[in-house]
Structure formats: C-alpha cells, structure tokens
C-alpha cells in the first residue's frame, strides 16, 4: 500500500538514503530539512569524503532516473511550529520519520554553546513533532518513527541482555524486602553525553504522548552506522550518500577504514575495550521500511525495537582492519568519559521477526567501503582525523 | 555559616518566601526572575488575591524591616544564557535554589502553545544553569537545589511507600526469569502531564551532569503547596505573598478555602478519589534551608527529598472545608486525564532526619488561611476559579 511519508532531517547520513529506498518501494516521500548538517561541514571546515550534491540536484536526478518526485520543505522543525502544522496538517502523512536531531555525541560536548544547541534542538524539535500531530487530529492518523540509539541504554555490563525497550523488574521495598509484584518499565536511562541524553529524554515525551494523546510511536535504538553506500544511491553518483571521517561526526568503524586508506594510524581511544552495537546503513534503510510497514495498533504503547545487527569490541574492529590493510594501531587518550571495558549483548528479534535479513561484518563489505574511501581520499584533511571534543574541560 | 545564594524565580509563590527566610537566616540574597509569573496573569486576566508588591517595593520595604539587602537580576534564564553565566561566573553562589519553571499543570495543558512553551522555557532554563555552573568552573563549589515534583512518580497506587528518588529493584531476564543482582534506579517516572514531564526529563539532566562532571545537586519532590504566608511575609503587607485561586494557578487546599470564603461551591473533580502529597509553604521554605545546609558530599549522587509532610484524598478535603465552613461540595467533570481513584503512601524522613519539624493540616492553620482569603475576597473574580484546561482536547 502507498503510503504518505514525511521525513525529518532528509538530507543527512542515513535521511537521504531512507528517503531514496522509500521512494523505490513506490511510496510518496516528502523531506523536510533545514541544512544544519551541512552548515555544521562549514563550522568544522570539513566536507564529506564523499562528494554529495545539494538536495535539489539530489531529488532532481532520482526524478530523472526513478519517475518519482519527492517534495521539499526547508524548515527548522524546532523553531518553525507554525509551518510543521501547516505542513502536517495538509499533508496528512502516514508516517513520519524523524531523523531531525543533532546526532553526534562528540560534537554535542564540545563546548557548552553545542551543549545547549544539542538540548535545545533535540528536544524542541521532538515535542514540536509530537504537538503537531495533536493539534492537528492525527493521533490515529499518522505514525511517528523516531531514530534513537543504543545509547540511552549505556553501557555498563549487563549480566543478560539488554531488552527492547521495556525491562521486567521486581520492585523492592528499602524496609524489609518484601517484594511487590513485578512490573515492566522503560529500562533504566544512562546516557553518556549530552547527545545521548536528550535521547532518554525523548523516550519520556514518546511515554507520556502516547499514554494521554494516544499516538501510535516506533523508536528505534540505532547501533553505530557504518557503509555509506546503499543499492539507491549506487544508481548515480550524483545520488551519493554523505561519508564523515572527522572526530565529531565519523562514525568509528567508517573512520578505521578511511585511515587505513589514507594511510593514517588507527585511532583506537583509551583500551579499545568499548563493546558497542553496529549495523550496515542498507539495514538502517530496510529497518525503518520494516518499521513503517509495521507500525503499533490503536492503543498500544510506545513500540521500541534495537536496530542493530551485531556488537564489536573496538579493538577488535581495528584488529580486523589491521590484518586486512596492513594499518597499525595508534591507543590515544579517550577523550570521552566512559567505562573503560565493558561486555554488551543485546536483544534484536523484533525486526528480524518483521523480516531483516541482517547484513553482519564481512571482508566483501569491508572491501566496498574501503573501496569509496581510496576513491575519495584526495578529498581527506588528515588534521580533522583527531577527536578533540572532551567530555570534561578539567580532568 | 553565611552563604551566597541565588535563587531563580525568587518573585514567584515560593521563590518570594524562600528568599525572605534565607535572609532572615543572615545569607546573603540574589534574585534573579524575568516576571513571566506576572505576565501570565495579565494574560490569563486574573491577579493574585493578595494584592501583591512589585519586586522592588518588597525588596526595599525588606532591607527597611531587616536591613538585609536581596540582589535583583532581570534575566531570561532559558534565553539570557551569557548573561547568566556572567552573573553566575562573578557572584560565585554556594547555593542555586531553582525555582524558574513554569509550575502549573493546567497551564501546561492549556494550547498547543502552552505546551510546547513549558517545555521550551523548563528545559532550557534547567540546562542553561548546569552549563553556566560547569563552564565557570563551580561544579565542586556550588550546591544547586531544585525543586522537583512529587508528580514524578506517577499516581498508579504502589503496594508501598514511593521511596525518596531511588527505587532497589531487581532486573529480571524476559527468557527464563533467572535474576541479575540487584541494582538502584531513579523510580520509573510516569508524568501526568507535559509539565510533570518537563521534571523527569530534568531528573536526567541532573543525573548526567552529576555523573560526567561532580555536580552537587539536590532535587526536592514537592507535594501540592498550601497556604500563603509565611513568619518572614507577615512582617509587613508590602512583602504578602502569592495567593493563587484560578483554574490553571491556583491549587487544590487553597483553591476549596477560597472558593468557601467567596460562597461558591467547592470544585471537585471527578470523585476527588485522588490521593495527593501535601507541604505548607512555611515548611517550603524550611526544607530549602534544611537542603542548602546538607549539600551533597563532592561525588555524592543526586540527593533527592520528597518535600511533602502528608497525603489526603481530593474529596477528604473538600468534606473538611465543607465541615469547617458549611461550603457546598460540586462534583465537576475532571479535566485532566488521571486516575480516578488512588492511594499514595510516601517516604519522606529524609527532610524530616535534617529537622524538619512537619506543619500539618489542622482548623488554627486553615483558619488562619481563611482570614487571608476572607481579607481579601473582594478581588476574586468568580469567573476565574473554575478550571478549563482541558488534557485531551477529543475525548
């Protein structure tokens, strides 16, 4: 069935992809974006790898190459309440995905100016999503599938693994240990930087819309991204999906690579012991295809799945690279603050049952990414390579 | 010992008294708010029933009664932000009492606009202050105090006492119900409304700059406040408090003895099943003494207090009033979205262990809050006092 699509942020990393294999599946795609992906480029003087064109050469040539259009909105969807609901209000989307947040932790604590534009973007732009909605009658109407991340559930070891969503607890009276019955709650929230905590907080604007409004929410806890390229935006260089390498954006796994082609040391911060999710961005695009196909019935609360395949210790990621490239191991300072080691197992059937055929690590993929890395390394600022951002001024 | 303190909102209902007893106490006083309190009473055209002072005339007929000077600052702290980490960064304060949030539910509820204000103005002010602390260096030198409410956990009937913040609970495994050990968590927050919600989104605030950067924070979960004056306020008219009666301002107690004074009927919603914690705004003031004076120990988690000395039922009340009195009960359809019918039962030994010595409801005290009312029901505008803001705005 063709579906109205609505989304957020559609010009980003793993937006503009979404938006292409959504419109291949024949539904109507409408973006709304207010480049502030491509002016933060122009705050760090940094570009992608990747040469990407502006949105409108981007829309225009999948026209060209698709039949299919999608529409534009440039909006700041945290400071443009009035358009949002116009918007929503004629368009009356089906679904709207919501990528619309500044998503990068290091960048979100490199001063407290990104701090508070973190906070304030994030969480303005999630609650104007979500009044919009109501306001405009469309509790029942429009299904919201917002990005989250692995992160708002941090990482400390766990001796089972890390629920979708919801935890079954047994609440324990301070007196006696008398024990109540046992309940499921949201899993307790330990975010890791500011980023990571406007997440948790959006998880309690999505509890409590849901429980009083009744909207019909999917959040998706996304792993780290790595892969740039999906099957649309293969079709036509023009098409082409943002590669970041830099210490705020760049993701760990995609940087490795990058390093390694340009011939940079890789940079594994403190031990490398940081146990993390990852997923292929071709699972992204499906997982949210997944996600659109399968939104929660009337009634039901907020739908949370784990969108990721599998989980790396990071040094072992560099290991692998190393044994495939040949690149050494450069341990610097971590400049975030984190548990040094840690163990992670997480559930993640819920969007396997709706049908992911989960991408895993492999030497193929591996080589295609390294592939567009040695393609576009003249395009690299080796002096971006660092991450700079601290997560605390005084040690 | 005399300390430096700040209080944010210090014109508002508890903000005034607070400061007033804090300096009386012999600190030293520094108010900052931006008189939004007194702008939304021109725009809900209604006034406090006590005819309250400008800031400036209350703080100048303080330093003749007491010849205690109290600082003002007119600052936006959710929009202000250098100005407030310039004013934070040179007076140094050992305490921040936070009182700058817009704290009506039914004001929370009223519009889209409304909502999304709240969240606008509670978020970023509360943010605003932990950066401005952190990036002038005063995360081990300043203690800041917040007033949180006891609306954060909800109002599901527990099957014992609601502990002071932290809840022991035991992670059970979704497979096999094979049990992790046992662990310590904020208690599941469940908002009632997107004011409440603004406040568990501000426990992880404090949750996260305690963790990453030793933040000394205090956050008191405030019951339902009643009563105006305070031993400080009665000293001279022109420092009269707040008195609140209005649909969207004013609260429950207050509201049923004004509405017997004017002969109106009192205004239950619902079954007035509803179990709610109270405080009297002179133990208010007490227990952000009581919290400035036990700062949290540095690397000491978040310190949280339910600052409420009883529990009643909605209906209880209303039948003590109509007893006291002779008053009417009116039972009016309820316009929040709650639970009917609740019981509560309350940890609150915490204040109480520092020296609080609860004030609890008794005729002498309504009596004496009746002669307020009674004084001054010539200014109550019966139009005003029913409450109509709505929390669904479709059935």
Not at 31 to 43: A, H, L, M, T
Not at 62 to 75: A, D, M
Not at 80 to 106: C, M, N
Not at 333 to 360: A, C, S
């Amino acid at each position: 069935m063709q579906k109205r699509i609505l989304v957020l942020g559609g010009d980003g990393f793993c937006g503009w992809p979404t938006t292409l294999h959504l419109s291949a599946q024949g539904h109507e795609l409408h973006i709304v974006d207010n480049f502030v992906r491509r002016r933060q480029d122009e705050e760090l003087r940094v570009q992608s790898l990747t040469p990407i064109r502006s949105l409108s050469e981007r829309i225009e040539a999948w026209r060209e190459l698709s039949g299919q259009k999608i529409g534009l909105s440039t909006l700041d969807i945290a400071r443009d309440y009035a358009e949002l609901k116009t918007l929503i209000g004629e368009w009356r989307p089906d679904a709207i995905v919501h990528f619309a947040e500044q998503r990068s932790a290091p960048y979100s604590m490199k001063s407290s100016w990104h701090k508070r534009f973190t906070v304030d973007n994030n969480l303005n732009a999630t609650h104007n999503v979500l009044c919009a909605i109501v306001e405009n009658g469309l509790e029942e109407h429009t299904h919201l599938v917002h990005l989250g991340t692995m992160g708002v559930y941090g990482y400390k070891t766990s001796s089972f693994k890390l629920p979708e969503g919801y935890q079954r607890v047994r609440l324990l009276s301070p007196e006696n240990n008398e024990e109540s019955e046992d309940t499921e709650i949201l899993y307790p929230p330990d975010p890791g930087s500011v980023y990571h905590m406007t997440k948790t907080q959006d998880q309690l604007f999505f509890y409590y819309y849901n429980k009083n409004d009744g909207l019909r929410i999917t959040d998706l806890h996304q792993g780290i991204v790595w892969g740039t390229e999906t099957a649309e935006t293969l079709r036509d260089e023009r098409l082409i999906n943002r590669f970041d390498y830099d210490g705020d954006f760049g993701t760990v796994l995609n940087r490795f690579i990058l390093q390694a082609a340009v011939g940079h040391p890789l940079t594994v911060h403190g031990t490398g012991g940081q146990t993390r999710a990852f997923i292929h961005i071709r699972d992204t695009v499906q997982c949210i295809r997944l996600a659109i196909d399968h939104p929660p019935a009337a009634g039901e609360r907020v739908r949370v799945f784990n969108q990721t395949t599998e989980t790396h210790r990071v040094r072992d990621l560099a290991h692998l690279i190393h044994e495939l490239t040949g690149a050494e191991l450069q341990f610097v300072d971590n400049p975030r603050n984190e548990h040094v080691e840690n163990e992670l197992q997480v559930e993640n059937q819920g969007l396997q049952h709706l049908g992911l055929q989960p991408i895993t690590l492999s030497a193929g993929l591996l080589a295609e990414v390294s592939e567009v890395a040695g393609k576009y390394q003249h395009r690299c600022l080796r002096e971006k390579i660092p991450a700079r951002s601290l997560w605390r001024a005084r040690p």
